[in-house]
């Protein structure tokens, strides 16, 4: 591993919530609004998933979204785009099992930290074994930020899955405040979120607080 993508997956294991941010779910207060409030509140790990707008405007958010990430030392995923990733400079990007095989990835961008969608503990090994950096296991619970034909997996995936892993892995998908204990205490640590942070009526408010579960196991 060379020296950039270690010192990017010293950043991402300090991390604890996973902001993912997508446009349509921010009550119409914008993408870098939203940044802006939760990283003012300390976070650290966020994703730009844009599935609606063109390439050419995503490349324009993700160079907007990257100087805040650099403003506030904040380690910025791309949500499919790998090319928009190594152009704007984000930290890692994040692949679903129909993108980029992740042999190619690794290939393409040895320095990003990538990051691979997996809905099962098969698909979880299968992506350590193929080189992923991180991994995420979901959904967890049911979800609609989000169309995926797999059914919710449940916290049993975590418990499942989990200790097999030598990569660090997120969960996702339908994850609510009251969803954090069960998961940490099943040995969750970087639990993904949505719209429980962008349509809170206080950004800011809602990251620190989510943030403060962390420290009540």
């Not at 790990?45 to 324009?60: A, W």
């Not at 160079?63 to 790998?82: A, G, L, S, V």
Request: a neutral charge; aromatic letters at 6%; glycine letters at 8%.
């Amino acid at each position: 591993m060379g020296a950039l993508k270690e010192k990017r997956m010293e950043k991402f294991r300090n991390a604890d919530l996973y902001l993912v941010i997508t446009e349509e779910f921010t009550a119409g207060r914008g993408t870098l609004r939203v940044l802006e409030e939760a990283a003012d509140a300390g976070i650290r790990l966020v994703q730009l998933r844009e599935k609606h707008i063109t390439k050419k405007e995503l490349f324009s958010l993700a160079e907007q979204f990257r100087k805040i990430c650099d403003r506030y030392d904040i380690t910025m995923i791309m949500n499919d785009h790998i090319d928009i990733a190594l152009l704007t400079g984000a930290d890692g990007v994040h692949l679903g099992q129909d993108d980029l095989p992740l042999e190619q990835a690794v290939k393409l961008a040895p320095e990003l930290i990538i990051g691979r969608s997996t809905h099962s503990r098969e698909q979880a090994l299968e992506a350590e074994a193929q080189g992923a950096a991180y991994l995420n296991l979901g959904p967890i619970y049911p979800t609609q930020t989000k169309s995926t034909p797999v059914k919710p997996l449940g916290i049993a995936i975590v418990r499942e899955a989990g200790p097999l892993l030598h990569i660090p892995f997120t969960v996702m998908g339908g994850i609510k405040e009251r969803h954090i204990p069960e998961l940490l205490a099943a040995g969750a640590k970087y639990i993904a979120m949505v719209t429980e942070i962008t349509q809170a009526p206080d950004i800011g408010a809602r990251v620190r607080h989510l943030r403060s579960l962390w420290g009540k196991r």
